[in-house]
């Protein structure tokens, strides 16, 4: 079955260094990757997606996301963080040759200290 | 261009008792999706809806069952709520063509007690 892992519940980078949130997934065929945010007591933002192509994506507010298939991660990433970046960040997958579900990660807090 | 909305933003049940939730698409959207999502977890699939049928559908009882209208909004309703029931409830809509990404609500947070 296809799932999706975020191996830190939480991540504390200094404001101006480079962030990063790891996210890997497991998936039967090609994988269809996202990632959102989400502020306190709001719902979900699209930040990304990896569809196909470049490995490199480029999506919302600076931040990009790196697709390794021999690692199958989709870790995300941003040169410089800001402290208005702290929130909780959901990795998600897509796989339309299963049952086209998506199933989202639990969840990583990102902290970004003044 | 007005995004996912949904009603009410909360809510507070008693056990066996019902509810429903209301979510209205993004312009353009067809497809909807709820979600629940537990405190301190990720959001779970409950099911999609297209063409007012459910097309896809997660690991949860037919306690919850759901609408789409012709107009593309969309109702969740719980039966027979459990305490376990408690959480913030999603909707996100999208096109149903190629890989698209959903946008989101704000939520229902719904209490049971």
């Known amino acids: 079955a296809q799932s999706v892992a975020q191996p830190e519940d939480q991540v504390n980078v200094a404001e101006g260094n480079p962030l990063t949130v790891k996210c890997t997934y497991s998936?039967?065929?090609?994988?269809?990757l996202f990632w959102y945010v989400q502020y306190p007591n709001r719902g979900l933002q699209f930040l990304l997606k990896?569809?196909?192509?470049?490995?490199l994506v480029k999506g919302s507010y600076g931040f990009e996301a790196e697709f390794n298939k021999s690692q199958t991660s989709f870790h995300l990433k941003k040169p410089s963080a800001l402290v208005s970046d702290s929130a909780l960040y959901f990795c998600?997958?897509?796989?339309?040759?299963?049952?086209?579900?998506?199933?989202f990660g639990k969840g990583t807090r990102l902290h970004i200290l003044p | 261009d007005a995004g996912v909305t949904q009603s009410p933003t909360h809510l507070i049940k008693t056990r066996g008792q019902q509810v429903t939730l209301r979510c209205s698409p993004k312009?353009?959207?067809?497809?909807v999706s709820w979600y629940q999502q537990a405190l301190g977890q990720g959001p779970q699939f409950i099911f999609q809806?297209?063409?007012?049928?459910?097309?896809q559908r997660g690991n949860f009882p037919d306690r919850f069952s759901g609408h789409q209208f012709p107009n593309y909004s969309s109702e969740l309703n719980v039966n027979a709520l459990l305490l376990g029931d408690s959480a913030l409830y999603l909707c996100?809509?999208?096109?149903?063509?190629?890989?698209?990404?959903?946008?989101f609500g704000p939520g229902t947070r719904l209490t049971v007690t």
């Open positions: 998600a997958v897509r796989d339309i040759s299963r049952d086209d579900k998506i199933i």
């Open positions: 312009s353009g959207h067809d497809t």
């Open positions: 996100a809509s999208s096109i149903a063509s190629g890989i698209a990404e959903q946008y």
């Open positions: 990896y569809i196909t192509g470049d490995n």
């Open positions: 998936v039967s065929g090609n994988p269809y």
């Open positions: 809806y297209y063409e007012e049928e459910e097309r």
